[in-house]
């Protein structure tokens, strides 16, 4: 540039038409060149080779003070691409309980999203129970916010937002809200900074070339550190840039330093582009700037308007009168109610289908709509058997975009139905194999995370999936559909390179207070873990780093918060697998087992106490082969829980003092599942869950181990 950048004189030299380099330039109106150049009215930047550019006199310069949105652009475009400036389509990622839901619940009620007399309550995108229960995000969702503040210029600004999981777990449902954007916003949290779910989901954005803006959340926590948790986040992003270098050779490297910053507090509602001191709000009361900072980093949808109708199926969804509905991100052409369009399947099929209903989302209701144009979410009814990754496309010249893609699964458990002698006692539960394999069949269609594989028994089936949260979850939904089940200890999925057995591997952050560090290292030690790195801050508290098997950390949770009092603070993310690490001993505690059946007594309790921990109560029905605590020893021990007192005509001189009977620990779904022996699997009913031995009956139990051995 020669000349002043503001001034009307400034000239861009380049070498001739004959050769040289590309020049980036936006082209208007009043911006001339003397080259030969293609045209866009929406404002594009295009990469031209060009000999020179006048601006017309008193013309905006355009090459001025480029922003990080249009410098991350390496798209050469024709000249017949348009974009849609009244349109964003933005995804909001970042690790567990950073507060992804809480700024878009501020979002929506600052953009008057919902009506005065609304009551709507916090954290409304999360509308699962289990969501609500648990506290995270499990499926990934979108809503639609309408922008009319001072950033809009007069105009209404569409913002489509993608509120994703936070869990490595649920990957498959970030990779899907993913291929619904054009930019994400990355929330990491002021204290906690950037954690392994952080990586994992931004190095997704990073893969798919996506704009990011960070937004530093919590940043009026009293223990915040604004300026470190910045800091690791831009050295967070270089260092997966240069990961990702071989895998995308053409990563805007400038974009990513030159990423916007947001400081913000979701639940106060406010953000800024000013940093406020730790522990302070920001000092604006509204969420204007991040606003702002969406509308000019991330670029408006990009389409050919002489290109034939694509849209992406990227979620499913139902309704009690329409049926099955396909969320779509319409990528060309124009969608309409009552067209008829191509169906292109996963096998390769094209069919003819008619679209019966179309609706767009406006907050979180949808509402009927007659057409839908490139870069809109929009869902579409009347096909009945579509599933995530197709796509619908022109009749005439069908245009079928590239499936989704998601990482392989990491975690494998067996679910059949219930084979205890219990079974069947809930009124009007689920216990064929037939409804089973139905309800997996359809978990299939809309989590593509998951494979459901046979097995040697008809009644049963191995599902994979992601981790163990992720199958967790799948099992708690079913039970409260009111299906029995038979679940079996989660297994890890392994793969054989050049004849060695490899095995998925974590790569595990812990943090602690410095008195457990020594516990931590030896439980890790013992699940094969090796520690690549050790930081102490000087505030009392160790992170440490680990790369371990993925199935050393099955079970794991519950063992690590035991020998850390509940204080410690764990999380992974997958890497690449290595050769298989050895035997792994999960536990070091057998099994109470109960002899018989019948019904547990206080009597019993009192007299076994000593032995162990139960997870049983007195009255409750137990059956031969069934877990009923966790012996205090290495060794499984059978015993006689349903004992009863003798009772004669003789007076007692001490009565039963039930009052010293031990309470017994109450073990939820994910407990259950990491406390299971490789021998052992859980009984999921919609009343009760329990552990049980695979084989039930002790003497087979005790021919099956000697034949093993004899195997061995």
């Known amino acids: 540039m020669i000349g002043s950048p503001k001034s009307p004189s400034a000239t861009l030299v380049a070498k001739p038409n004959g050769g040289g380099p590309f020049c980036r330039a936006r082209i208007q109106r009043s911006f001339t060149p003397e080259g030969t150049v293609g045209r866009s009215e929406q404002g594009r930047f295009l990469q031209l080779r060009i000999a020179s550019c006048t601006p017309a006199p008193g013309a905006h310069q355009p090459l001025a003070g480029l922003s990080p949105r249009f410098k991350r652009e390496t798209l050469r475009m024709s000249e017949n ?24 619940d501020a979002m929506l009620q600052q953009t008057h999203a919902f009506s005065d007399h609304a009551d709507v309550e916090d954290r409304v995108m999360d509308s699962g129970d289990l969501e609500r229960e648990k506290g995270i995000t499990i499926l990934a969702k979108n809503t639609t916010v309408f922008y009319n503040g001072p950033s809009a210029n007069g105009e209404t600004i569409t913002i489509n937002v993608v ?83 071989e895998e995308v050779p053409d990563l805007d490297l400038d974009a990513v330093l030159n990423v916007p910053v947001v400081y913000a507090s979701g639940k106060a509602g406010a953000a800024s582009l000013n940093q406020p001191a730790d522990g302070q709000l920001p000092d604006n009361d509204d969420l204007e700037p991040l606003f702002k900072t969406i509308i000019e980093h991330v670029p408006a949808p990009t389409y050919d308007p002489n290109e034939v109708l694509q849209a992406h199926v990227t979620n499913l969804d139902s309704s009690p009168f329409l049926g099955r509905l396909a969320l779509v991100r319409i990528f060309n052409g124009t969608l309409k109610k009552g067209q008829t369009v191509a169906w292109a399947r996963h096998d390769g099929e094209i069919k003819n289908v008619r679209i019966s209903e179309l609706l767009a989302t406006k907050a979180l209701d949808r509402v009927p709509a007659e057409s839908a144009g490139p870069g809109e979410i929009v869902a579409v009814a009347g096909i009945e ?72 028994r008809p009644d049963a089936w191995e599902v994979q999936g992601r981790g163990e949260l992720a199958l967790a979850i799948l099992v708690e939904q079913m039970r409260r559909e009111g299906f029995e089940l038979t679940v079996g200890k989660p297994q890890v999925v392994t793969k054989t390179i050049d004849g060695k057995v490899y095995e998925p591997m974590e790569h595990m952050i ?39 098997p993925a199935r050393g950390l099955i079970g794991f949770r519950t063992q690590f918060l035991t020998e850390t009092r509940g204080a410690g603070i764990s999380s992974s993310y997958s890497i690449d697998p290595e050769p298989w690490a050895g035997e792994i001993e999960y536990r070091t505690n057998g099994s109470l087992i109960a002899d018989r059946a019948g019904v547990v007594t206080p009597y019993a309790m009192i007299n076994l106490q000593e032995r162990g921990t139960f997870f049983v109560e007195p009255t409750s029905e137990v059956y031969e082969g069934m877990i009923v605590g966790m012996n205090s020893r290495a060794d499984d021990m059978e015993v006689n829980i349903t004992k009863e007192k003798k009772l004669t005509n003789m007076r007692s001189s001490t009565a039963d003092n039930f009052e010293n009977l031990t309470p017994p620990k109450k073990l939820t779904l994910e407990e259950s599942l990491e406390f299971a022996r490789e021998d052992e699997c859980v009984e999921v009913t919609p009343e009760a869950i329990r552990i049980r031995k695979v084989i039930l009956d002790s003497n087979e139990r005790v021919r099956e181990f000697r034949r093993r051995a004899r195997a061995n």
């Open 163 to 245: 509120d994703t999981p936070g869990h490595a777990d649920f990957g498959g449902e970030v990779e899907r809200g993913l291929s619904m954007v054009d930019g994400v916003v990355l929330l990491v949290d002021a204290s906690e900074g950037p954690l392994p779910q952080t990586r994992f989901v931004l190095r997704k954005a990073l893969a798919a070339k996506l704009p990011v803006i960070l937004v530093v959340n919590k940043v009026d926590r009293p223990d915040s550190r604004i300026d470190e948790v910045v800091s690791e986040s831009m050295d967070l992003l270089l260092g997966l840039a240069s990961d990702l270098a």
């Open 510 to 548: 812990i943090d602690v207070p410095e008195e457990y560090l020594g516990a931590v290292t030896q439980l890790m030690a013992s699940r094969k873990g090796r520690m690549e790195n050790m930081a102490n801050h000087g505030t009392g508290w160790v992170r440490m780093e680990f790369a371990v």
């Open 385 to 456: 058997d579509i599933t995530i990754g197709e796509t619908l496309t022109d009749a005439e010249n069908p245009k079928p975009l590239p499936l989704i893609k998601v990482d392989d699964p990491a975690i494998s458990m067996t679910i059949g139905i219930n084979t205890s002698p219990l079974a069947g006692r809930v009124k009007g539960a689920k216990v064929t194999a037939r409804q089973v394999k139905d309800r997996l069949d359809r978990e299939l269609i809309g989590n593509v995370s998951i494979k459901v594989l046979p097995t040697q």
């Open 81 to 104: 691409t348009a974009s849609r400036p009244d349109l964003r389509n933005v995804a909001i990622v970042a690790h567990v309980d950073h507060g992804k839901t809480t700024i878009v």
